[in-house]
């Protein structure tokens, strides 16, 4: 399979397909005076600020650790699904607030043929280049490209509803059908910027990794526990987060207290390795300890748990 183009070329690229739609969505408008296709075009304007802010958290996110930063900046691409969820919201509320007028006077459209097709070509461009950021989204990891091919779908979808609507105003001769269409494209958009935003929340407060790498971890640690039976080591404190492509893993290893440290750590070297080839990118950290003894960390309740007997 082809490598997939950066983050940075794909971005790019969704900010130029942007502008065409702007252009190409405008003109439609411009011709029909249809509210469904502005609210169609007020998306590619989203769309375009997203690229732009994406492209820029991109960048961030791919700063190396510095003395500010010793955990590097990979969470960067978070802000960017949030601020193009708050973009898309945004957008649905203006949309929703033209239809309402629209809606209280409607006019009749014209030229809805040409109108028609420069909103189906817009969908069109749009569908592929969403499909080359899903792509990408999955070979990089990366929020940011993610979010953008969600949007862009949204947009995709909008398209295809105001097209139908449009034609059954031709049809039906109900004016009222495409300010009503417009509220219909607007509260869609809505619950799309809202899962943006939350999708971004969660990845700022750190969560777990996905549950099907999560499981490849545990059987992973299982083995090794199966392995050293007759040493009767121990691995617990397993916990794993996200942040933006990268993902880590943390846990104990309990080892005999009577193991040399070379032993051991021989152990933590061998498990280290292992986790890194079976889940690709993962940083790990293993705190070695003897069987008996737990690390001191201060509880939720702020106690510190007590040592094993």
Do not use: C
């Not at 006019?107 to 792509?135: E, H, K, M, T």
């Amino acid at each position: 399979m082809p490598a997939s183009p950066s983050p940075q070329t794909l971005l790019k690229i969704s900010a130029g397909v942007a502008l065409v739609t702007i252009a190409l969505k405008t003109l439609a408008w411009a011709l029909t005076g249809s509210i469904g296709l502005l609210s169609d075009a007020m998306e590619s304007f989203v769309n375009l600020a997203g690229a732009l802010f994406a492209l820029w958290m991109v960048d961030i996110a791919q700063r190396p650790a510095d003395a500010g930063h010793p955990y590097g900046h990979h969470k960067a691409e978070y802000f960017s699904a949030g601020f193009e969820g708050l973009l898309v919201v945004a957008a649905a509320l203006a949309i929703v607030w033209a239809s309402v007028l629209r809606l209280l006077e409607p006019q009749p459209l014209a030229q809805l043929d040409i109108g028609l097709a420069l909103s189906v070509l817009s969908a069109a461009l749009n569908g592929a280049l969403a499909w080359a950021l899903f792509r990408g989204a999955r070979a990089h990891r990366s929020m940011a490209l993610e979010a953008d091919a969600r949007h862009l779908m949204t947009d995709v979808w909008t398209s295809a509803g105001v097209a139908v609507g449009l034609v059954a105003v031709v049809f039906t001769g109900w004016h009222w059908l495409d300010p009503a269409l417009g509220i219909a494209v607007a509260l869609n958009i809505l619950r799309e910027g809202g899962h943006l935003v939350w999708k971004s929340s969660q990845g700022l407060m750190d969560s777990a990794i996905e549950p099907e790498a999560a499981a490849r971890i545990a059987a992973l640690l299982a083995g090794f526990a199966a392995r050293e039976q007759a040493s009767a080591i121990r691995i617990d404190h397993v916990a794993t987060r996200g942040a933006g492509h990268r993902r880590f893993a943390d846990l104990h290893l309990h080892v005999p207290g009577d193991w040399r440290l070379a032993r051991a750590a021989a152990l933590r070297d061998e498990i280290e390795a292992a986790l890194m080839r079976e889940v690709p990118g993962l940083s790990t950290t293993i705190q070695l300890l003897p069987l008996g003894m737990e690390a001191r960390a201060v509880t939720a309740d702020g106690a510190a748990p007590q040592e094993e007997r």
